[in-house]
């Protein structure tokens, strides 16, 4: 497919639409808000510009919203908090910019989190990370300065957690020790300073985790001095 998207989608019962892998270019229809029923959403690696609909958060029943691999520029809306269903959520890869939305760390279901590869600047908010439910969050290859907030402790695990190729600054969390499980972690290409925390994650994590920081020292990296 390589027509624009279409003005209006009336199908008001449309449960899923998937639309992912096309040539589809032109701007997000504001009539997909109106798409009351929709649960699963894949608008992804198409040539799709423009912004996110302002009202994109009316879409209450969404779980799965796929949207990576476009042109979408503009910032995240705030009103994307308040879809109570939203497990996984996809936006990398494109030209979104703006700081992150504080409201996505109250998201009761958010599960998995894709931002990657965007001109996201600010800071990282707090709840965001202290969320308990959410175990993927990736917000590599963005502007995102400031330091990591401390907050690990109210929360037990993260299956995927790669905040790299940013403007990171301060040190590694202790808290991070806390969660009692993290899969992959990657710090790598920020200004970080300071010693890695022992313990638990990182202890069975390799050098490259931590590469390219201002001055960090112990775990997998040369002792610190």
């Not at 202790?174 to 499980?181: E, F, N, P």
């Amino acid at each position: 497919l390589s027509a624009p998207s279409p003005p209006t989608l009336a199908a008001s019962r449309l449960t899923v639409l998937n639309v992912a892998d096309n040539q589809i270019s032109g701007p997000i229809p504001s009539s997909l808000a109106a798409l009351s029923s929709l649960m699963h959403l894949e608008l992804g690696n198409n040539q799709i510009s423009g912004t996110i609909p302002t009202d994109f958060g009316n879409l209450r029943k969404l779980s799965r919203a796929l949207l990576g691999r476009n042109r979408i520029s503009g910032v995240i809306p705030a009103s994307v908090g308040h879809m109570t269903r939203l497990a996984d959520l996809d936006l990398s890869e494109n030209r979104i910019s703006g700081e992150i939305p504080a409201s996505l760390g109250f998201m009761p279901v958010l599960s998995s989190l894709y931002l990657d590869s965007n001109r996201l600047t600010g800071h990282i908010p707090a709840a965001l990370l202290a969320s308990r439910g959410l175990s993927i969050l990736n917000l590599s290859r963005n502007a995102i300065e400031g330091e990591i907030p401390d907050v690990f402790g109210y929360r037990s695990y993260y299956t995927a957690l790669d905040l790299s190729n940013n403007q990171l600054r301060g040190s590694v969390p202790k808290t991070l020790v806390t969660a009692a499980y993290v899969g992959h972690l990657d710090l790598s290409h920020n200004h970080l300073c300071g010693a890695i925390p022992a313990g638990s994650p990182f202890d069975h994590l390799e050098a490259a985790s931590f590469a390219n920081n201002d001055c960090l020292c112990g775990g997998p990296l040369p002792a610190c001095r």
